[in-house]
């Protein structure tokens, strides 16, 4: 369900983008965006409305799984150990999976939002000039007889 909602959510944002880099007013880039954001809340209404699923179950009442108990360097309090100061070596094979997963997927992530997305609309911006442009001589092109000696 998870990786539904990711995958859904990125291709939201390919088409938020594209759609909002043709727009006029402002009026209509919110209109986009508002319409876009209950598309991707449609898979949370299906998560929400699943009954009796045993994968929703284990999720919602999970054991805690068992961490050490540390001092805190800074206030001198006891405090469970976050999961970024566990050592990698310490990990169990799931977990040592989990985290690579996770963080080739932080990289792909903050990669396309804050690099690619920026940069995308910038082409697209450009290709849509030049595909205007090209429009406009298509159609001027084809105002205009090519041969007029053959209209005499």
Same mark, same amino acid.
């Given at each position: 369900?998870?990786?539904? =909602?990711?995958?859904?959510?990125?291709?939201?944002?390919?088409?938020?983008?594209?759609?909002?880099?043709? =727009?006029?007013?402002?009026?209509?880039?919110?209109?986009?965006?508002?319409?876009?954001?209950?598309?991707?809340?449609?898979?949370?209404? !299906?998560?929400?409305?699943?009954? %009796?699923?045993?994968?929703? %179950?284990?999720?919602?009442?999970?054991?805690?799984?068992?961490?050490?108990?540390?001092?805190?360097?800074?206030?001198?309090?006891?405090?469970?150990?976050?999961?970024?100061?566990?050592?990698?070596?310490?990990?169990?094979?799931?977990?040592?999976?989990?985290?690579?997963? !996770?963080?080739?997927?932080?990289?792909? !992530?903050?990669?396309?939002?804050? !690099?690619?997305?920026?940069?995308?609309?910038?082409?697209?911006?450009?290709?849509?000039?030049?595909?205007?442009? %090209?429009?406009?001589?298509?159609?001027?092109?084809?105002?205009?007889?090519?041969?007029? %000696?053959?209209?005499?």
């Amino acid at each position: 369900m998870g990786l539904i =909602q990711v995958l859904m959510a990125l291709f939201c944002e390919c088409i938020n983008i594209s759609l909002l880099t043709y =727009q006029h007013t402002t009026d209509h880039c919110i209109i986009h965006f508002v319409a876009l954001e209950v598309i991707m809340d449609v898979s949370n209404f !299906y998560a929400e409305a699943m009954m %009796e699923n045993k994968l929703k %179950e284990f999720v919602a009442e999970a054991p805690k799984p068992h961490r050490d108990m540390i001092e805190d360097p800074v206030t001198g309090e006891k405090r469970y150990k976050k999961g970024s100061e566990q050592k990698f070596g310490d990990r169990s094979c799931f977990h040592k999976l989990a985290r690579i997963v !996770y963080k080739l997927t932080r990289c792909l !992530y903050v990669g396309i939002v804050f !690099y690619f997305v920026p940069f995308s609309t910038l082409f697209m911006q450009f290709g849509y000039s030049i595909s205007a442009g %090209e429009k406009k001589a298509l159609e001027e092109a084809a105002a205009k007889p090519t041969h007029p %000696e053959l209209l005499f």
